[in-house]
């Protein structure tokens, strides 16, 4: 049971700090023959990585990922797979006052309380640097997906950036991966790019919300009542830094909504059952349908900004403090392909987990 | 592994159908010496209980736990907890129809899908009857956070039901236990109570909204990085029955925030630092901060209605149905009981985890 | 993580006291589809159940199971399986002395030393009734082997009891059944019964060895490193009450062997790999080989004698204790059910399992 | 549930093979604060590294430990600490024949029959050598208990090699360390090397027994009736390579016991209870007495030996296979500090189950 692990079958451990010597994750339970190698890893933590444009913090690094087990002339054993990004980029600094300081809405006064003792370069444990592993993690999620189910196709993107929203009548999936937003609509990126640049002149933060598309999802995914697959992907999500809020489907939404307007109503269809509509998100009982799967979550700005702010240190003084250091004005953006990397692990992990309950056999209709 | 299980600690595995003989939970982990009794936790059952006003179903269950196990003269002993709760309404009818089809925005055709051969009785195990056996749970969580951390209180209210809201302005917790709704304002009952009944007899049902408020939690508890206290709560909202989606603190407003406006700066009060604001919802970094916990979620609108849906059965055919029986307008209402038990559950499972890694010492401050 | 709980797939949680209202066994992940009832489990309790023969305790219980979840129109659900077993023979009786006093060799003193409150009644958790849920789970994992690996079959029988050893040249696994001793020899049945009857007029108990035979068992089942088959095995037999001791093949005698002697030499037979011995016993690197898997474990002697013991009790007063009751002379009989049951649990939790990491295919030779 | 995991609460996960870049173990749940660096670990490994004496493999590795995460100004942070060893000793060699043969009584046929794809060099991760990664987080395990429990100490020693036992009357304890076979009786190491020489020179190797006692255990650790103390303990042992029987106290030979003869009489000594003997082991229902905790385990002699062995190919190929290399005539040797490191590990993860479970709380006598 350890807290620093998620998955019931595909097992992730994320360890690391932010200013330690490496970060990793040490992932168990992928199936034994799959093609891995760094290269299938890099490029998801290439997109993840800082410093790539002027919406994300300046910390430089490569973020190289080493495989360092579980993986034998290209393919995996089914033996534990150790990911191992070294940190290159730990600059050299005085933590004189961070190092006694607790920044408003970080984690600094929490981890001290209950720890005691912490590593407070950076943020340690908490920083947001931690999802670089579970990136990596997700990146061996992946491969074994294109191997066992390879229609699944997992895919993150913003929709709204403090009072910014997407015009879904204008989403082109085709954009995401063309602008420093994972934003699907191209004639939006200006003003986007406008709004934050004030922000961050304004040494000020800005929450989002990103949203993530699983299509081609075998039904029959989700383990009630308690492994819900709803349940296991909002966990995932929540375990992101500054997530506040995870909706699936019509999400908060539906509190509004009548049972004639929610209820997906049914139909066949040349290949079998089709829904009418998908106010449910994809999942029904905490179990797959097979429709598209599709989740929000929303993600606090980020309080490490150049404002001063009211605070206190160890010694119970109270203080005003700049965070200061290379920070994003929006991590929502970062966030995106994290949640693709959770998704993909929490999909592979429910594969594997329904072939031990039913064998992947599949009900019958008509 | 037991996906029928939650917690780490103290650990809930439910058990049961709606129309089966009995129903349950298994509750190991609970410390010993807890004063316990049926007494202790009927009062819990009863809030839940259906068939208690207009505004909920008519079914007509006693819903009397019986301890079986784990308790020796009026207090636990350790071992595990069985709590059985017989199901004594079962009405002898035909289920015929319902027997071979889907009802739509229900777990009947996924169950099928993964089970192949599932008990469509009442929905079997994806009934909400379920959460019966997590309320019997949940007194016994409160039996033991009465003991090791009598401070803590759990509260749950309505603060939604479609496209009514509660004015926080009146909000009065001495009068969520005096209405139906669980409605901390005695004021708008009386607007609730129409806007049901016109719902109801439109042969039709609505969302809601709920919101927990954990007071008196000791800063320490969670578990970074995957076992967050935000993220143990999210998961166990979210595993309740027709929950969409949940929020802890600002939730999905926080998207719309400045950095400078979330997050809560902190000072020295008389008894220790005080964060001037609790837009974080009393968690950072997924650990407690010793504020007032608070969290949202949204209830879909039951499928469960008299008026008829499009949808198929077995056989593949399209049919339309309308489900009959006894159903809630507003399921959100009686979720205020069950999410209280989850959160109680999740709060002691908690607070014997930080025992087990910190001894439950906390670092100092000033 | 309940310490009440054993498997990884399928899980079982066993509850309940000697004599309490009731006992059972919470099973999850059984697979849906499987042909269950209550007459399917029931012969197993009933090989377990005492006071059939003057061999063992004279308590009567019926030990009759229920199905209170789980299965449906005959069959498994998918959803946990419920059993319950009634404790119907609670004699009324003074337990005065017993509820001070710490039987010496029994759990009473370390429970009350670890949990403060005990329920003293015949041992409450800590009896060998226990035993009677891990039966009737064990049944179940038996009617999901028929299904899923109908050529498996577990048997137990006694190679040892105080002084003395069966005779390997006459075992006869017909005869298993057909003596209260689950010896594999009829002809060693009258001195077994006159050794036994000395000891219990003396007074007196014996330890046991017993020894478990799995036949059919696939290959490739086991999950390195911590997971090994035979890991899981080792920890099912010496849960069982008064196991003192594991082994698997050649085991303790294994130290006094060449590598030369050891090590299962293999040639090609007409279905494929053939050990030409079985040394190992049936597991190499924790992984099934195909073979026979040979398991034995020793049970020590009772300490419930009718002969006084010099003990103490909770007041801390030196005492001699006498443990009256119906108590059998040889609880190393008792056991054989109970251990074809937990390994009847083991080989299909490692069967599951092995569906989730592999999809049950095989590496191919030849 | 990861298969590479063992612990509840003191999770140690291994992962890494006999000839990839490196092997390690992340280990979870070390609580905060205790002293822990790199020479901490190191002398464990040292003890446990071949090349060291003629009675081991002429492997040449350093095994030096690095500490990638968790440890913060040299004391524990409470999060992951990732533990790494490089493999240096990796010759550059043909594996041809190896690669496709099975050596008879080593794990490469069932990690070929159940992974289908396996690393073949040195035995991958069924190598032996993966227990440096558990004799390293052992290492942490001591550093923990040294401030949790300092009065614990963990041995362990050979009692048995082949033939050769050791004579109990000449037990000295401070011996063990002086001599190449952990051997608690200098007289005796004059025959065990001419023993082990001569097995050796006849290109053969031999099994051994292992005891382990540990002592200053507080009563109280373990948790019936699947978590008991003696159950983690075995199962930690059977994990261990080679190693096919386990056991606690009298072990085996409690068949042999009457129970006037093998329940241990209690009386109190001048600090409380004082058990007259300790038949069984210093646990009594899975819960720690307070005593001595002794158990045993058996090694098989490695199959790895110069003497041509019958075997096949994966083409099906009958073959004759000598296993060259570096091996170590008797195995059981090396596992005696990682007997000591698995045991560590279970005592302190059974202190920190405790503290949740109890608080730590002892019941009273007298």
Redesign the interface.
Known sequence: ??????G??F?V?????SH?????A?V??C???VPLDEAAIQPFLDRRRPGQSKMTTQRQEPDSV?I???V??G????????L?IENTDQRSRDYGEIAQA?R????D???????????Y?GG???SAR?TAARVAAGGVARAALGELAPQVTITGYMV????LEIDRSRFDPEEITRNDFFLPDAAAVPAWTDYLSR?RKEQ??????VEVLIRGCP??????????L???L??AM??I?AV?????????????????????????GPN??EF?SN???G????????QDIVLRF????????L?P????N?????IDLVTKGRHDPCV?IRAVPVAEAMAACVVLDHL???????????????
Do not use: C
């Open positions: 049971m350890s807290v620093n692990s998620f019931r079958i097992t451990t994320t360890w690391g700090e330690g010597p490496a970060l990793g040490t168990d339970g199936p034994p023959g080493r360092l087990s579980g034998f002339e393919r995996t054993t089914g033996t534990p797979v150790q191992m607790f408003p809405g970080h984690a006064i929490t981890y001290h309380l209950k720890y005691g003792h912490r590593d370069r340690g444990r908490s931690e709204q950036m403090g009072e922000i000020d933060s800005v929450g989002a919300v039904p029959g995914l989700g383990a009630p009542v308690y492994g819900k709803d349940t296991d909002a966990a929540m375990s830094n506040k809020a995870v909706e699936i489907g019509e999400g908060m939404a539906a509190a509004r909504l009548r049972g004639t307007e929610n209820a997906d109503e049914i139909r066949m079998g059952p009418l106010h449910a998100g999942i029904l009982g905490g179990i797959s349908t097979g929303a993600v606090k700005p980020t309080s490490s900004i404002t702010r009211r605070t206190i160890r010694a119970g003084e109270e929502g594997l987990l329904d072939r031990a309950q039913t064998g992947g056999r599949r009900g019958e209709i008509g």
